[in-house]
């Protein structure tokens, strides 16, 4: 059965601290690795769509990339308004979106 | 930028009753969805919707549930006989039309069962 695994689950930063939030995954053919912003009462916001091994992808203060197990989101000098719940999720060859649980982002000023 | 929206934006019933919880999808979209997310849980999948057809259900679709296109812009999830377990935040989603492109999302309804 695919699964997603995402890492750590909460993770709290000073503004200006850079660091990496994890998901891995076991999925029977991977079709596509989304990375979704969901702040809290909303619904999950689209980032990122990660392909295949060695794919990188940037916005604004995030970094996105993909091996064949797992996916880095890096978010470099965090300020306060990236404080969220990062969630990851693939879609494998029949079509199926699993959601990891999500990290939970706290950025202090 | 086109949205996905969903209404009503919170809903309570009485357990037992049915209640119906509508989206209208970005327009030019053709491949829909639901999902569900209890509290402190994850988004899991529940349906996924194809030219007026069910193309996936996970397995807590049973039913209880049912998915409605009635007219060419809204989809609607329909729950019958409604449980206390079913209190939850249902997402609406829509995507363009590649399988692997990206998914949607509507700011969902908070349903609460009593």
């Known amino acids: 059965e695919d699964q997603v695994t995402q890492s750590p689950e909460a993770l709290r930063l000073q503004e200006g601290e850079s660091s990496s939030l994890n998901c891995s995954y076991t999925?029977?053919?991977?079709?596509?690795l989304f990375w979704y912003r969901q702040d809290p009462g909303k619904g999950p916001e689209f980032l990122f769509t990660l392909y295949s091994a060695g794919e990188e992808k940037e916005k604004e203060r995030l970094k996105a990339t993909l091996t064949k197990k797992e996916s880095f989101l890096h978010i470099t000098a965090p300020k306060p308004e990236d404080s969220a719940t990062y969630l990851c999720?693939?879609?494998?060859?029949?079509?199926?979106?699993?959601f990891g649980a999500g990290t939970r982002l706290t950025v202090k000023p | 930028e086109p949205e996905v929206t969903q209404t009503p934006s919170h809903q309570v019933t009485q357990m037992g009753q049915e209640v119906i919880l509508r989206c209208v999808p970005i327009s030019n979209h053709l491949y829909f969805y639901w999902y569900r997310q209890i509290l402190g849980q994850k988004v899991e999948f529940l349906v996924s919707?194809?030219?007026?057809?069910?193309?996936?259900k996970s397995e807590i679709f049973d039913d209880q549930f049912s998915v409605e296109r009635p007219d060419g812009s809204n989809f609607t999830l329909k729950i019958r006989s409604t449980k206390l377990e079913d209190s939850a935040m249902y997402f609406c989603a829509s995507m363009v039309q590649y399988s692997n492109q990206p998914q949607h999302f509507g700011d969902g309804t908070r349903l609460s069962i009593l």
């Open positions: 999720a693939v879609i494998d060859n029949n079509n199926d979106m699993r």
């Open positions: 999925v029977s053919g991977l079709r596509g």
């Open positions: 919707f194809y030219n007026n057809e069910i193309s996936e």
